[in-house]
C-alpha cells in the first residue's frame, strides 16, 4: 500500500527527527510505501481560521496539485486532516476545483485512524514501559471526528500505565491564533489542562496534535514541571 506523508508544518520546523521518523517507521513495518511528495506546503488553516478564505484557496489549489497522485494521504496531525477535509467548502462554488478538493479529503487520513480504520491494526507491537495520560485534541475529536483509534492503540502498547485525563474534551488553549490573539485566556486554559494533568500523576502526556503538545508542553516547561510530552507515533514507534 503506498501513503504519501503529509507531515506539517511543526512537525517539519520542530520533530522532525522523532515525529516524523516515527510515523515513517511504524507505516513501514505495517507494510507500507512511504512517498514523501518535497513541494507540500502548510494546508492553509491559519488563514482560513483567521478568515481570510480567499488566500486560503491558493494554498489548497497548491496542497491538491501536490497529492493529486497519492493514493492516501497520511498526517501525524488531526488538526491539518482536518483542515484538507473542509478544502470541498472552499470551492463550492468553483466547479473546477470542487471534485479534486472532495478527492483529496476522502483520501486523508490522521496516522492512527489510518491504521485501526484502513490498515485494520490495532496493535502495532509496541512496547514501552511509564505511567501515561493522553490529550483529546478538539480539532481531531470535534472537526475530524475521531476519538476511538487512538485509544484502541494505546490499549495494546505493552508496558503502558493509562490513566485517563480528568475534564479530557476541555481544549488546552492552544487554538492556532486564538493563544496570540487570546493571551490570557489562552494561558489560563492551559494552566488548567497541565493542573488536570498533575492529578493523573503520570509521567508522560501523550497526544496526536503538536500545536497542542507544543502549547502544553511550553507551559509545563515555563512551571517547571518534569512531565514529558511525546507524540502518540513515537509511542507507537517504540519496542525492546
Not at 53 to 74: G, L, N, P, Q, S
Not at 216 to 229: L, M, P
Amino acid at each position: 500500500m503506498k501513503v504519501s506523508l503529509f507531515l506539517t508544518c511543526l512537525a517539519d520546523a520542530a520533530y522532525p527527527a522523532d515525529v516524523g521518523r516515527s510515523t515513517v517507521e511504524v507505516l513501514e513495518r505495517l507494510g507500507c510505501e512511504i512517498d514523501f511528495p518535497k513541494n507540500q506546503t502548510c494546508c492553509g488553516q491559519p488563514a482560513y481560521n483567521s478568515g481570510f478564505h480567499r488566500e486560503t484557496r491558493d494554498v489548497a489549489k497548491h496542497m491538491i496539485r501536490t497529492f493529486e497522485h497519492a493514493d492516501y494521504i497520511v498526517s501525524p496531525s488531526g488538526s491539518c486532516v482536518a483542515m484538507l477535509k473542509e478544502y470541498p467548502h472552499l470551492f463550492e462554488d468553483d466547479p473546477e476545483w470542487i471534485g479534486r478538493a472532495k478527492k483529496l479529503a476522502d483520501k486523508s487520513y490522521e496516522l492512527t485512524q489510518f491504521i485501526v480504520n484502513v490498515l485494520e491494526v490495532e496493535d502495532v507491537g509496541a512496547e514501552f514501559e511509564g505511567k501515561v495520560t493522553y490529550h483529546t485534541s478538539c480539532h481531531m475529536t470535534r472537526l475530524l471526528g475521531e476519538r476511538e483509534a487512538p485509544m484502541k492503540l494505546l490499549k495494546n502498547v505493552k508496558g503502558l500505565n493509562f490513566t485517563e485525563l480528568p475534564n479530557k474534551q476541555q481544549c488546552c488553549g492552544f487554538g492556532g491564533t486564538f493563544s496570540v490573539k487570546m493571551l490570557p485566556i489562552s494561558e489560563q486554559m492551559v494552566d488548567e489542562k497541565v493542573q488536570h494533568i498533575e492529578e493523573t500523576n503520570a509521567d508522560i502526556l501523550i497526544g496526536a496534535d503538536l500545536g497542542c503538545l507544543m502549547n502544553i508542553g511550553g507551559r509545563i516547561d515555563r512551571q517547571g514541571k518534569s512531565v514529558k510530552v511525546m507524540h502518540i507515533a513515537e509511542i507507537l514507534n517504540s519496542q525492546k
